[in-house]
T-cell receptor, first 109, second 118 residues
């Protein structure tokens, strides 16, 4: 079983829509969680960390469910510029990182 | 502040040839990573350096891949001989000491070196 699994999508949504997707992780000792954004043919960049109580950054909301071992990302009021692949990243207690394969989001006009 | 620098950006070689990629991390970052990203997949760690020492190379195919960070700053990743399945983007990333207090866990990636093996 992969350490981090994501729905690959693609999620194809119109501008202004809300889109949400999850990431599951297998190691219960995982300590920290992140969402990275990767534009086509570009490098990954940190979008946001995910905190236990959930957190927002503008139109982006991240949630963590330790009991069910998943994190989620919700994008409100989608913009064309939100089109990208969103990578789920999990950091273990020994600081080793595992990346998911990514969820592709395409926002259409 | 300058970001992570990588070269070359693109490389096309034939199978069984060799190739080398170079990375210069953000100044002061003790930890340097090399990742392999195959199309449609997430980045896979090849090797992690802490200063000039190897922390994790468990997923590095050591029969053909080698990496070094001799002076604890820039690093070179070499593939010899290359196989078709090595076609991928090789991403270098750096971060301050991940075990240090206040480290946010953010990795700073270079633009990557795209390798095509024919």
């Amino acid at each position: 079983r992969k350490e981090v699994e994501q729905d690959p999508g693609p999620f194809n949504v119109p501008e202004g829509a809300t889109v949400a997707f999850n990431c599951t992780y297998s190691n219960s000792a995982s300590q920290s969680f992140f969402w990275y954004r990767q534009d086509c043919r570009k490098e990954p960049k940190l979008l946001m960390s995910v905190y236990s109580s959930g957190n927002e950054d503008g139109r982006f909301t991240a949630q963590l469910n330790r009991a069910s071992q998943y994190i989620s990302l919700l994008i409100r009021d989608s913009k064309l510029s939100d089109s990208a692949t969103y990578l789920c990243v999990v950091r273990r207690y020994d600081y080793k990182l595992s990346f998911g394969a990514g969820t592709t989001v395409t926002v259409r006009a | 502040e300058a970001g992570v620098a990588q070269s070359p950006r693109y490389k096309i070689i034939e199978k069984r040839q060799s190739v080398a990629f170079w990375c210069n991390p953000i100044s002061g970052h003790a930890t340097l990573y090399w990742y392999q990203q195959i199309l449609g997949q997430g980045p896979k760690l090849l090797i992690q350096f802490q200063n000039n020492g190897v922390v994790d190379d468990s997923q590095l195919p050591k029969d053909r891949f080698s990496a070094e960070r001799l002076k604890g700053v820039d690093s070179t990743l070499k593939i010899q001989p290359a196989k078709l399945e090595d076609s991928a983007v090789y991403l270098c990333a750096s971060t301050p000491n991940p075990w240090g207090p206040g480290n946010t866990g953010e990795l700073f990636f270079g633009e990557g070196s795209r390798l095509t093996v024919l």
